[in-house]
């Protein structure tokens, strides 16, 4: 007959989730480590956090770590409005892609925009709502100075891309994935001001990732990618093995600071004119203090939002 023989509980480890784990019911020594300590660390990276962390690693810490809330401001809310129009008209067929229909979409839209909640943050009395209004129209009309809808091919909108780029866990949405005579070509929309000329790459980022997610998730490589932005131009690169390979490799570099960062749990802020813009401004030293450096020396005005909340 075999017998066994009871095990002693096991001692806990440097990690008392680690194997092997610690007996159930088990007390822990007094110096065993809170075993909800430890560094978080993110699951993926957007192109958004990806821009935020560039910006400023103590505000994307602020946003995507202690989860503060990040207030819309009314450009956003603008170009969130504008977009969902957009992609509503493109999702119809051709022949219904016209002006009329885009303001009825507008209209339809518009008591779920004004009962989000943030919407009714920005408290808006009557007037401003209609300046609201209005640019957002004029959002949705500059879409026809830049192309014809009705001549557009349309594969997909909002695509949503969850793969790996050269080891990052990538998550993105794509506004049009659109079809043309040698290709697949990435499109998506901006209702703000284009870029200056020196500039572009920078922003052109963004779609080139998109491509090279494309690539991963379906097998075909876009042949170009653009920015339309509404009511101005449009931006575009032709989609190369370089422009892959410079886009996915600052990708690469911009998670291996962040996941240091993280480890480390130590994130530097990068202050300047931008930290007047910044809704956790009050809550960094170094930004507060850069904050009223600056209105003191007449570099920021009273209409920046940080100033409101710093300066008496």
């Not at 065993?32 to 660390?41: C, E, I, N, T």
């Not at 709502?129 to 349309?154: S, Y």
């Amino acid at each position: 007959m075999v017998t066994t023989t009871a095990q002693a509980p096991t001692t806990p480890q440097e990690d008392p989730l680690a194997t092997p784990a610690p007996v159930q019911g088990a007390a822990p020594q007094a110096d065993a480590p809170d075993p909800f300590d430890g560094p978080v660390m993110p699951g993926h990276l957007s192109p958004s956090g990806a821009a935020v962390y560039r910006q400023c690693p103590r505000r994307w810490k602020l946003r995507y770590i202690d989860k503060l809330p990040d207030p819309k401001g009314i450009p956003a809310l603008v170009g969130t409005f504008a977009h969902k129009v957009l992609e509503d008209l493109l999702a119809l067929g051709p022949e219904e892609r016209t002006l009329d229909t885009a303001r009825v979409m507008a209209r339809d839209l518009w008591p779920a925009t004004a009962a989000d909640s943030d919407f009714v943050a920005l408290e808006l009395d009557a007037e401003d709502q209609r300046r609201f209004k209005w640019k957002a129209w004029l959002a949705i009309e500059g879409l026809w100075e830049l192309e014809d809808p009705k001549k557009v091919v349309v594969r997909a909108t909002e695509q949503r891309i969850d793969v790996h780029l050269d080891g990052v866990p990538f998550l993105g949405v794509v506004d049009r994935v659109d079809v043309e005579h040698d290709g697949i070509v990435i499109a998506d929309y901006k209702s703000g001001k284009p870029p200056k000329p020196r500039y572009e790459g920078d922003k052109l980022d963004q779609v080139v990732l998109y491509a090279a997610a494309i690539e991963q998730a379906f097998e075909e490589r876009p042949v170009r990618a653009r920015l339309l932005y509404l009511g101005a131009r449009t931006i575009e690169v032709d989609i190369t093995e370089a422009a892959l390979a410079e886009a996915v490799g600052g990708l690469s570099n911009t998670w291996s600071q962040l996941l240091a960062d993280c480890e480390a749990e130590d994130f530097a802020p990068r202050v300047g004119p931008l930290c007047g813009w910044c809704p956790y401004a009050e809550r960094c030293p170094e930004g507060k203090a850069e904050v009223t450096r600056r209105y003191a020396r007449g570099l920021l005005t009273p209409a920046a939002p940080a100033v409101a909340a710093i300066i008496d």
